[in-house]
C-alpha cells in the first residue's frame, strides 16, 4: 500500500491534472495564474456550490490560500489558449479514468469489442447575469456533452451558437453535430474502432447518418419518430433462445424515402410492458443488445442530475464562448476527476458505495418480480447490478470538506467509510 502519511485529500484529487499537465502541448509557464492553479481553482468552483463568481474569488482565497484578481481570473476564462489546455488536460483525465475502469457493463458482450459506446445529448443551463437578449429575450446557454458508457467519463462537443440561426430561438442539435468536425464525435477513439453514438430523436437525418458511418465509421441509435415513412426490406432471423433477446418483437431491414438503408427493432420492456421502435444504421449485432445501450443512455442524464442538483451548475458564468465551453468542460473535468476518486478510494482502500449497490440490487428484484407477475421472460441484461450512475451528496460533500480544510488523506478515508455504507441518520 503507498504511503500517504504527508498527503492531503486535494493533493490526491488533482494528482490526475498534474499528470495531464506534466505532457500536455499548450503547458505555459505564467508570470500570473499559472496553468495547474487556473486548472484547479475553477474545477473547485464546478464542485463548490456558489452561484457568484466574485463570491467564489472571495472564498478561493481561503481555500487555495492565495490572491486571484477578478479581472485576472475571469480574462483566463476567455483565453482561447487556456481552453485549449483545458481540453488536453480532460483528454488526458479521461484516458487516466478509462484505463482504471473496471465495471463496464459491455465487458462480457465479444460482439462489442470493437464498438466504443457513448450516450449524447442537450443541456441546457441559465444564462449569465450580463448576457444580452436574442431577439428580444434571453435565452439559456445550451451545451452539448457526450458520456462514455464503458466508463462514465465526459466529454463537452460545443457550446450552442443561436446567433447562426437567425431568428430562430436557438441552435437544433443536428445543426450542431452537422457542424463539428467528425473526429470531435469519435471522442479521441482509435482509427478502425466503431463509435456508437445513442441519442435522442433530434439526431435523425439518415443523409448524415450514412456519411458519418462510411467515412469515420460513427453509427447512431435512437427512437423512431411516428409517422415515419420507412419501407419494410427484409426481416432477417435473430437469436430467439439468446435471452438478451427477451423482448425483442421484430428486427427489420427498413429504408428510408431517401434512398438509406436502416434498422428498425421493436422491444417491449419485461419488467414494464412499454414498447419502443427503435432505428439505427447498424446491421450487425444482437437487437436485445442494442436495446440494453439505448436504455443505458438514461446514464447521461442522471449526469446532468448530478450537475444540476448536486454541484448546483445550473447558470452560466459568462456571456463569452470561450468562456462557456471553459465552464462546461471544468464541469466535465470534475464529474472525471470524481469517477477516479471513486475508483481510487475502492481499488487502494476497499471503500465502495454499497448503499448505492443495495439500492440496484432491489430495483434489479423488482424488475425480476414485475415480468414474472405479467408472463414476459426476464432479459438479464438491464437487471444486472452494476455501478452507480452518479455521486452521492455525501460523497460530494466530503470532497468539499475535505478539501476546504486540508483534510490528510489517512483521515479523509476514515471520514468517507461510514458515508458510504449507509445515510447519515
Not at 426481416?235 to 427489420?252: C, K, L
Not at 432479459?379 to 447490478?385: E, H
Amino acid at each position: 500500500m503507498r504511503d500517504y502519511s504527508q498527503s492531503t485529500l486535494r493533493e490526491e484529487f488533482f494528482k490526475p491534472v498534474e499528470r495531464a499537465l506534466e505532457s500536455a502541448e499548450n503547458n505555459r509557464k505564467c508570470a500570473g495564474l499559472d496553468d495547474f492553479s487556473f486548472v484547479q481553482t475553477w474545477v473547485l468552483r464546478a464542485l463548490e456550490m456558489i452561484d457568484s463568481g466574485r463570491g467564489w474569488l472571495q472564498k478561493v482565497r481561503s481555500i487555495l490560500n492565495s490572491f486571484i484578481s477578478i479581472s485576472a481570473s475571469f480574462r483566463t476564462l476567455r483565453s482561447e489558449r487556456r481552453l485549449s489546455i483545458l481540453e488536453e488536460v480532460n483528454n488526458s483525465v479521461i484516458s487516466q479514468n478509462n484505463a482504471a475502469a473496471g465495471d463496464d457493463p459491455f465487458r462480457d458482450h465479444r460482439e462489442l469489442d470493437n464498438f466504443a459506446i457513448y450516450a449524447a445529448d442537450g443541456h441546457y443551463q441559465a444564462c449569465s447575469a450580463h448576457e444580452e437578449p436574442n431577439q428580444g429575450k434571453k435565452r439559456p446557454t445550451g451545451h452539448f456533452f457526450a458520456a462514455n458508457l464503458r466508463t462514465h467519463s465526459m466529454h463537452h462537443l460545443d457550446v450552442a451558437r443561436p446567433d447562426t440561426m437567425c431568428k430562430k430561438k436557438g441552435e437544433h442539435d443536428m445543426h450542431v453535430l452537422k457542424r463539428l468536425d467528425p473526429e470531435k464525435l469519435r471522442m479521441g477513439e482509435p482509427k478502425g474502432r466503431k463509435v456508437i453514438i445513442s441519442y435522442d430523436p433530434a439526431v435523425i437525418d439518415f443523409i448524415q447518418w450514412r456519411k458519418w458511418k462510411k467515412c469515420k465509421g460513427i453509427y447512431i441509435f435512437t427512437q423512431e419518430k411516428q409517422n415515419m415513412a420507412l419501407t419494410i426490406i427484409g426481416e432477417p432471423e435473430f437469436d430467439t433462445a439468446d435471452a438478451r433477446n427477451n423482448g425483442v418483437e421484430s428486427d427489420q431491414f427498413v429504408a428510408s424515402s431517401n434512398g438509406v438503408n436502416l434498422r428498425r427493432i421493436k422491444y417491449t420492456d419485461p419488467a414494464t410492458g412499454k414498447t419502443y421502435s427503435f432505428i439505427t444504421n447498424e446491421m450487425t449485432l444482437p437487437p436485445g443488445l442494442l436495446a440494453y445501450i439505448y436504455k443505458k443512455r438514461w446514464d447521461i442524464e442522471k449526469i446532468f442530475d448530478e450537475m444540476k442538483n448536486k454541484l448546483h451548475e445550473k447558470k452560466a458564468w459568462s456571456k463569452n464562448p470561450t468562456a462557456q465551453c471553459q465552464q462546461a468542460i471544468f464541469q466535465c473535468l470534475c464529474h472525471n476527476l470524481m469517477l477516479i476518486m471513486e475508483r481510487k478510494l475502492e481499488r487502494e482502500e476497499g471503500v465502495y458505495e454499497e448503499k448505492s449497490r443495495h439500492k440496484k440490487k432491489q430495483r434489479a428484484q423488482q424488475d425480476i418480480r414485475q415480468a414474472k407477475e405479467a408472463g414476459r421472460p426476464e432479459n438479464p441484461l438491464p437487471i444486472k447490478v452494476h455501478r452507480a450512475t452518479q455521486r452521492s451528496l455525501q460523497f460530494i460533500r466530503w470532497l468539499r470538506d475535505g478539501i476546504a480544510l486540508q483534510t490528510s488523506w489517512r483521515r479523509a478515508v476514515t471520514q468517507i467509510g461510514p458515508l458510504m455504507q449507509k445515510y447519515l441518520a
